[in-house]
Every structure is written in structure tokens, then in C-alpha cells.
């Protein structure tokens, strides 16, 4: 062989980086935790829920990657009141045929914040 195309074995050694140059990455989680002002979506309104208002129990929707102290912290900034409690659901992905159409409906996370007894939100009262 005059070039020496496949013989890898001669490969001239490189040159090491100097260690000031190097910078480690910061670590990446598969689940990236959701920004403070996207944690709750929306008042998850239904029949259910609405009996959770006697007990100072308040519904919301939220972002699928938000966690207790997120939702703990977004509801105490954005409504002014103090939460006991922070419980989570997370709802599955549902088939759905319409005709001969098949799909699916997103599923969702729900959050359930039970209040200081004395307190309520206003916004969520039907």
C-alpha cells in the first residue's frame, strides 16, 4: 500500500489541552424544571373541584414539570395568601376516535393547594 490508508495504527499522538482552557458543562436533567412565572396554567374548573371550596381546597392546572414548591411558591406570589398543603395528579394521555379520525388528548397535572383556614381566592369563586 503506498498511502497507508487503513493502517490506523501510526496516528501521531495529540497534543494535550491545557487544563485553564477546560470548562466543565453544567449538567442537564431530562426534566427540566418549569420557570417560576409558567407554573400555573389556568383554574381547572369541575364538579368535583368546586366541592373543594368548603374545604379551602383550590384547583389549579399546571405545567407538567412543575413540582410542590413551585406551584407552593406561584400561588403564595400570585394570589397573597398562605398554603397548608400541595397535593399532585397527573393525568393520562386519552385515546379519542371522532368518525374515523383517531388522536389523542394531551394529559394534564393537576394541583390541589389547600389554604390557611380564614383565607380563599377571589378569581376562583363561581
Not at 501521531?12 to 442537564?28: D, F, H, L, R
Amino acid at each position: 500500500m503506498a498511502f497507508n490508508l487503513f493502517n490506523k495504527s501510526k496516528k501521531e499522538p495529540k497534543a494535550p489541552k491545557q487544563e485553564s482552557q477546560v470548562q466543565s458543562a453544567p449538567a442537564v436533567t431530562a426534566s427540566a424544571p418549569a420557570p417560576m412565572g409558567n407554573v400555573l396554567k389556568r383554574f381547572f374548573v369541575s364538579e368535583k373541584s368546586t366541592r373543594g371550596f368548603a374545604m379551602n381546597q383550590y384547583t389549579f392546572e399546571v405545567d407538567k414539570h412543575a413540582t410542590k414548591t413551585q406551584v407552593r411558591d406561584a400561588v403564595k406570589r400570585g394570589y397573597h395568601v398562605d398554603v397548608v398543603a400541595v397535593n399532585m395528579i397527573k393525568l393520562p394521555v386519552k385515546k379519542i376516535t371522532l368518525g374515523r379520525f383517531k388522536g389523542s388528548k394531551g394529559g394534564i397535572k393537576k394541583a390541589i393547594v389547600t389554604l390557611k383556614e380564614g383565607q380563599a381566592i377571589a378569581q376562583a369563586q363561581p
